[in-house]
């Protein structure tokens, strides 16, 4: 699994790509650049890990149950390996998840799963409903990784106990899916901020105006 890693110190963050994206995607389109600062000041350590969204949830050569298997697998290896590296690493309890668009699906999906490795979530533009990409298929490893679908029976204190950013704009693509997670978090209890921009769309103009906004509340 390739990772590209900024800073020496500082609280960690993971980064989750976009669809089917790379470890490098957010140096490539400049988003980490707009976070410069907190790197250089030791505020934050960033962790840009790669997906396997390829052969998993956009992995259409493979059956609907592989591809739910491999991001069991995936979420087995954030969990049991990545995580609690990084934390013995920078010495902390809990880190950051944070992920634009498809990456904002595994940042959700990730902290809700495992609430007590988790202090700040940052999801920028996400989507959260997994069952369109399986063609009708439905198990119970959908189930647990699909937050719209597990999350209203979820309890777990730690969920109260994060730092929750949905970030969306006006004109954006998943603003509905926002606003429904947002409104399911409500009904649950769990406080969270929903950023709702006045412009732009899906794009990386707009995350690359909330990302520091959103690191300077960590």
């Given at each position: ?50 997906s396997i969204d390829l052969d998993s949830w956009y992995g259409k050569h493979l059956h609907p149950g592989t591809r739910v298997w491999n991001h069991v697998l995936y979420d087995r290896f954030l969990h049991e390996e990545l995580v609690p590296g990084i934390q013995r690493e920078c010495n902390v309890q809990k880190i950051g998840m944070c992920g634009v668009s498809f990456g904002g ?114």
């Open positions: 699994m390739d990772m590209l890693v900024y800073g020496n110190w500082g609280y960690p963050v993971v980064m989750f790509p976009t669809s089917m994206g790379h470890y490098h995607e957010y140096k490539d389109f400049g988003l980490t650049e707009t976070v410069r600062w907190f790197v250089e000041t030791g505020r934050i350590k960033l962790y840009c890990v790669s699906y595994h940042a959700l999906n990730f902290s809700f799963r495992h609430p007590e490795q988790v202090g700040h979530l940052m999801v920028l533009s996400g989507a959260f409903d997994i069952k369109p990409f399986l063609n009708g298929y439905y198990d119970e490893n959908v189930y647990y990784n699909n937050p719209p679908d597990y999350l209203p029976n979820a309890q777990n204190d730690e969920f109260h106990r994060m730092n929750i950013m949905l970030g969306t704009t006006e004109y954006d693509i998943c603003k509905d899916a926002n606003y429904q997670m947002s409104g399911l978090l409500n009904s649950k209890g769990i406080r969270h901020q929903l950023d709702v921009s006045p412009w732009g769309v899906h794009d990386w103009p707009v995350w690359k105006e909330q990302l520091p906004r959103y690191f300077s509340r960590i």
